[in-house]
């Protein structure tokens, strides 16, 4: 497994999944606080065959070099001191998005963090690509607690959509 994608930030940790990830990563994708804003979803995603699956594809995803102006990046988080899960977070296709934190790790800065730590990531990543610097984020209009991460980790209001409030951040 290549390593050199992986890193830290003061107190997190951003890897791929491990098959221990798996009891907390199930229990957080059914989280009332993250089943509010994934309503459509089917009920089917949030088993523990489709998590074990999607650890699976996470693995995979990380052997190999990513494109993230083609390809969705996701990381797990864990706690640096630790290796607990504490969440996700996706990144890709020029956005950040997906940050979920477990309902006992919230309201700790972790998600800002995590969000700051990515977008630095991206940038990198784009450097390398001589792509725009340029992230999006979408989130739902009454997705308040998210809308505050993604404002106190640099995103700056661009528009509203029917469902979303976008967010940019220009490197």
């Not at 969705?72 to 988080?77: H, K, L, Q």
């Amino acid at each position: 497994m290549r390593t050199t994608e992986f890193f830290s930030s003061d107190r997190l940790l951003y890897r791929p999944y491990k098959i221990e990830d798996l009891y907390n990563l199930f229990k957080f994708r059914n989280e009332e606080s993250r089943r509010r804003w994934f309503y459509f979803q089917e009920p089917d995603i949030l088993t523990e065959k489709t998590a074990i699956k999607h650890i699976q594809e996470n693995i995979e995803l990380w052997s190999r070099e990513v494109d993230i102006l083609k390809e969705e990046a996701g990381f797990a988080i864990a706690l640096k001191e630790t290796d607990e899960l504490i969440g996700f977070v996706g990144a890709g296709k020029c956005r950040c998005d997906d940050v979920e934190i477990g309902e006992v790790f919230q309201n700790k800065g972790y998600a800002t963090e995590a969000v700051k730590t990515i977008i630095e990531w991206c940038f990198n990543k784009l450097r390398e690509q001589n792509a725009e610097l340029k992230i999006v984020c979408k989130i739902e209009h009454e997705n308040w607690p998210s809308r505050k991460v993604a404002e106190k980790a640099g995103f700056a209001f661009s528009h509203k959509e029917q469902y979303v409030t976008v967010y940019e951040i220009k490197g």
